[in-house]
């Protein structure tokens, strides 16, 4: 069965102390990881989307990599704004054809950075 | 870009009533749209996957009769929440894909709706 999981469920971190967040999945055929970020009471705000193994991307203090079977959300020296919960989903080519393929969705992790 | 916007932002209603909530695709065209559901401190759930001129695919145990869907236009997708009651009141997302099965879905900034 396709899962995704998200570890820690909650990261309290000092402002400039940089860490890690993970998301760990098992799905058949990779069709791309997606990171979201969600502030309380908005939608997801697109962050990141990761297709293969050894990938990177990087935005301001956030840097995503993708293994084959995790991707980790690394943020470097932390400000009180990137405090949000931070969404990963995946989809594979058995959730759904084309345009319909659906998102499995981790938990998230609440990251609360304090000043 | 990539902007979707969904309206209302907050409803507050009687039971019984008839609640809609558009979505709408600003900046790009929107083939595909989603309707989740997310209860506090829980992840999204996926009500339903609308395409335009087409009727909505439900997901298992989602009341396609209590939850309408209408996707009339390239931009524009409705959720009517009918005949509500309080066990429907909840936080409402939808999203927006740019064609393609692996581009990311984009957001509105969700619905938030309170049944009296």
């Not at chain 1, 909650?10 to 055929?29: I, P």
């Not at chain 2, 989602?62 to 009339?72: T, Y």
Request: charged share 20%.
């Amino acid at each position: 069965e396709d899962q995704v999981t998200q570890s820690p469920e909650a990261l309290r971190l000092q402002e400039g102390e940089s860490s890690s967040l993970n998301c760990s999945y098992t799905v058949s055929g990779l069709r791309g990881l997606f990171w979201y970020r969600q502030d309380p009471g908005k939608g997801p705000e697109f962050l990141f989307t990761l297709y293969s193994a050894g990938e990177e991307k990087e935005k301001e203090r956030l840097k995503a990599t993708l293994t084959k079977k995790e991707s980790f959300l690394h943020i470097t020296a932390p400000k009180p704004e990137d405090s949000a919960t931070y969404l990963c989903a995946v989809q594979d080519a058995r959730t759904g054809a084309g345009n319909n393929r659906k998102l499995i969705w981790g938990l998230g992790t609440s990251l609360a950075v304090n000043p | 870009g990539a902007v979707v916007s969904q309206h209302p932002s907050w409803v507050i209603c009687k039971s019984g009533t008839s609640v809609k909530i558009e979505c709408r695709s600003l900046d790009f065209q929107a083939t595909t749209m989603f309707w989740y559901r997310q209860f506090p401190k829980q992840s999204l759930m996926l009500m339903a996957t609308s395409n335009e001129g087409s009727k909505a695919t439900y997901e298992q145990g989602v009341e396609k009769d209590k939850f309408l869907i209408n996707h009339a236009s390239l931009t524009l997708s409705t959720l009517t929440v009918t005949s509500a009651h309080p066990e429907d009141s909840s936080f409402y997302i939808c999203s927006a894909r740019v064609w393609g099965g692996n581009q990311p879905q984009h957001f509105g900034d969700g619905t938030r709706l309170s049944i009296l």
